[in-house]
């Protein structure tokens, strides 16, 4: 037991999830083989077993797999769904805490730059150069759509002066990453535009800044850091609540389709964020794509089935289960119980209690885990006759 969690928390480590569960049947294997072979607690029973130390290593798997089989039943969806809200929060507001400042942080500092005397003027070389290659593109093409003319027009006019001032700049570029979130939906060469001109925005924007000396300056790469991160929370906030539906008048969130929109538009976050923030965000999300919403649960596959498909399912189980028991009546109730005991659990799991045990199963699967494999290792020692300690005949020559 004491090598089982060992074994359970190096595995955690390595690999959690899986890694806990393989490192407590690694270290529950390697701890009934110890006590087996060299019994340094000198419990008595060290006469060496291979069936006790194959039972160490294999029970580990049942309670990871009876979690599995429950929370794949149909019903916990709902519940899997709450723990995932409480993780990220109704909005994804724990996910933005990850890299945003507080709302309202680059005003502040925008503010405390102009009244330091900061009049920059933002020379818009790059993003006339981009609305120019547009332009042609779309002059030559039969096939732009008005958007892309649109965007073409609109941004001729922004650059036309030459040079904007900072807070007309920044107003634009807000708005332009709006129109590239608004585009989101439905693709196309105008997306790939807008994406251009934001890009473009960007480097005009750093380039003016690299002039901006002293105190001032400082306080304006500080706004401009914090008015990126907002911008990027901003893409975060339409991504996630794009990813939303609502099933049975709950909301429910497809991780699978978030960490899709944040790697189709990585081009653009990248400029707003750094490379490691980036993948710091979908490393958080990971974990969490397994969590299927309540109409799409490919992942777990046993509620997907249909009711008769189930039923035969859960009554070869519950046969199986109740002819080693109890012989051949024994798997005819079984199999009825099977039945049952599948349908009754999977409607209680769609009560408020059901959905808050199957969160806390969620939330802490590999202390369950743990503990369930306790339970079932001091069951096995419990249960095993005891064993005389076999004697070790030492060769003569070696005395």
């Known amino acids: 037991m004491i090598g089982g969690a060992l074994g359970a928390a190096g595995g955690t480590l390595v690999a959690p999830g899986p890694g ?6 690694v270290g529950s294997g390697a701890g009934e083989a110890l006590t087996q072979f060299v019994d340094p607690f000198k419990s008595g029973v060290t006469e060496a077993s291979v069936a006790q130390i194959v039972a160490a290593t294999g029970l580990p798997m049942v309670p990871a797999a009876a979690r599995r089989v429950f929370m794949s039943l149909p019903g916990a969806a709902a519940g899997l769904q709450e723990f995932l809200f409480r993780r990220l929060g109704n909005a994804g507001e724990r996910v933005l805490s990850l890299f945003a400042p507080t709302p309202g942080t680059a005003t502040r500092l925008f503010e405390a730059a102009r009244q330091s005397g900061a009049t920059l003027n933002i020379a818009v070389t790059e993003t006339a150069q981009v609305t120019k290659e547009i332009a042609e593109e779309v002059g030559k093409s039969k096939f732009a759509t008005s958007g892309s003319a649109a965007l073409a027009k609109k941004a001729g006019e922004f650059v036309e002066p030459g ?22 939906r439905k693709g196309g060469a105008a997306l790939g535009r807008a994406k251009q001109l934001y890009g473009a925005m960007w480097d ?24 990126k991160r907002e911008e990027a929370a901003a893409f ?3 991504f996630f609540t794009a990813s939303t ?3 049975v008048g709950r909301q429910n969130l497809d991780v699978d389709a978030l960490m899709t929109k944040i790697d189709r538009h990585r081009d653009v976050l990248k400029r707003l964020l750094p ?18 919403t309540m109409a799409k649960t ?14 035969v399912v859960s009554a070869g189980a519950g046969a199986i289960l109740g002819g080693v028991t109890l012989g051949g009546a024994g798997a005819v109730g079984g199999a009825a119980t099977g039945v049952l005991a599948t349908e009754a659990i999977s409607v209680a799991l769609t009560t408020a209690p059901g959905r808050l045990f199957v969160r806390m199963m969620a939330e802490r699967g590999a202390t369950l885990d743990q503990l369930g494999n306790v339970l079932l290792q001091s069951s096995r020692v419990a249960l095993s006759p005891p064993r005389a300690r076999p004697q070790v005949r030492i060769p003569q020559m070696l005395r």
């Open 20 to 25: 806990t569960v393989g490192g407590a049947m």
């Open 204 to 227: 005009d924007l750093n380039a003016a800044l690299g002039q901006a000396q002293g105190p001032t300056g400082e306080t304006l790469r500080a706004a401009i850091d914090a008015f």
């Open 245 to 247: 539906l609502r099933r």
């Open 236 to 238: 975060f906030k339409e």
């Open 163 to 184: 040079a904007v001032p900072f807070n007309e700049f920044r107003l634009n570029q807000s708005d332009l990453g709006a129109v590239v979130r608004s585009l989101e």
């Open 298 to 311: 490919p992942r777990l596959g046993f509620e997907t089935m249909p009711f008769a498909e189930r039923a």
């Open 275 to 292: 490379e490691s923030e980036i993948g710091e965000v979908l490393t958080t999300l990971a974990p969490l794509a397994k969590i299927p």
